[in-house]
DNA sequence: TGTTGTATACTTGTCATATAAGATTACAAG
DNA sequence: CTTGTAATCTTATATGACAAGTATACAACA
């Protein structure tokens, strides 16, 4: 009755994702081009041996996700890639790969300077009291506590922005950016970095000093950067082994 | 045989589409709480008087935009709506309805002109020739001509960028900000203002200045909510109505 | 009392089969 | 050259069935 797990999770995926997953792949490796048609529900759930039903189920969620088009008594086409839901986990691990972390980090350093900016300008009392607790991070935490509080910070700073769409865009980004955040917090010092500078941008939204908290929230990503930066020579041996 | 659009297209949605926009509504409304459970789907599928195929295609549409979690012997739960994929067309036009102008140019002013300064830096000399012809707005050509002309010259200055999380942000702030885009450029005169900056953001671009791009695409934006609130001011009297 | 097994009913997951309807093609009729 | 039509692809939807996960109640047991 501990709270470490132990086990992996079982894997319970429906078979309409796991079809979807070996479509995309497919996709992705260029096995088809972009508006070729893909092979009929029939033929696929021949090849797959699964029942139509499954492959309908993962024909529609590449569709739902952009990647194709279905149409009746035409077939299933290939959308051209700007259409693709790319901000889509599902979608996005596929097409990036595990390298995308520069893009994230530049996309973070335009986005979230101007989200605590604006959250100094908005922020009401009550969000600076759920605010204070999350930004505290302790060496005592474990990895995935660290991740976790990190999140909630500034996702919460995109809340009191008071704009759904930044904060939309925000936790799209979280959601990627999980991995890229173990990383760096593996990284030693880097817990009590990361937290000196989020004091630094919790005082300036406290004060209500807009300019203050954009340029302290573009520092501490800097650090950030920095900090991936260092993980990646420390893992560069490894990478080499391959 | 000619080019312009007399009739509207025939809607032929289909029926998982239809139903799953009904019950979305139906959550946004608060008919559901989140953490509920909703109908089973044989229930559903009676109270909509269709197969359970069609609902279950509702259903893994909610489900693929973060709406609900559909669990095996459990049923269909409602996520909270951070979990909601909300930058999903579909999602936003209930969520936010039409009065999310505002936030969009909002985060547009954010994101576009660290787009138009990334493009500067790094936009090939091929990428230069396919924004030049982009960059015109003629007088004589319709709105949705505009539209898609406007469209695509913001998309291909992201694209420029080189960064592929900043186009996708970009382009799923296009296509909510479709309906925006026919209203501004309802506004006298607001055509030949856009050209203008259109060609001022070019010649930046062109010249690789990244400071003078993002100060050119900034007061663009400047200029386009001003045509914002012209409309609203134009169109206030119609909204009384109501 | 508290745990464990089990039956039961409810849920979604998957399947096979059939029919409706849109899209394409070829080709005959005018 | 256009129009109508049949054949044949495709997906869309419906129906009925069974498998399998989940929750609950309750008996059996310690």
């Given at each position: 009755m501990n709270d470490v797990t132990i086990f992996n999770s079982i894997k319970t995926d429906k078979l309409g994702a796991q079809i979807g997953r070996q479509l995309m792949r497919a996709i992705v490796d260029g096995r088809f081009q972009v508006g070729e048609r893909l092979p009929s529900e029939h033929e696929l759930a021949s090849t797959f041996n699964r029942s139509r039903i499954a492959v309908r189920d993962a024909l529609s969620g590449l569709a739902a996700r952009g990647i194709i088009t279905v149409r009746q008594g035409q077939g299933s086409t290939i959308n051209p890639i700007?259409?693709?839901?790319?901000?889509?986990p599902e979608v996005f691990v596929v097409v990036?790969?595990?390298?995308?972390f520069d893009q994230l980090l530049e996309m973070r350093q335009i986005v979230e300077p101007e989200s605590a900016f604006l959250a100094a300008q908005r922020i009401t009392d009550e969000q600076v009291e759920k605010l204070r607790p999350l930004s505290v991070l302790n060496e005592d935490d474990t990895v995935d506590q660290h991740v976790e509080r990190d999140t909630s910070f500034h996702l919460e700073i995109a809340r009191a922005a008071q704009n759904g769409v930044l904060l939309t865009m925000i936790s799209s980004i979280s959601i990627l950016l999980r991995e890229s955040r173990s990383c760096t917090f593996a990284v030693p010092g880097e817990i009590s970095r990361g937290h000196k500078w989020h004091q630094t941008i919790l005082a300036a939204i406290e004060a209500r000093d807009a300019q203050a908290a954009r340029i302290a929230m573009h520092g501490h990503l800097d650090q950030v950067g920095q900090a991936l930066d260092k993980w990646r020579i420390e893992h560069e041996d490894n990478r080499m082994a391959f």
């Open positions: 700007s259409m693709w839901n790319t901000l889509d990036y790969g595990d390298k995308a």
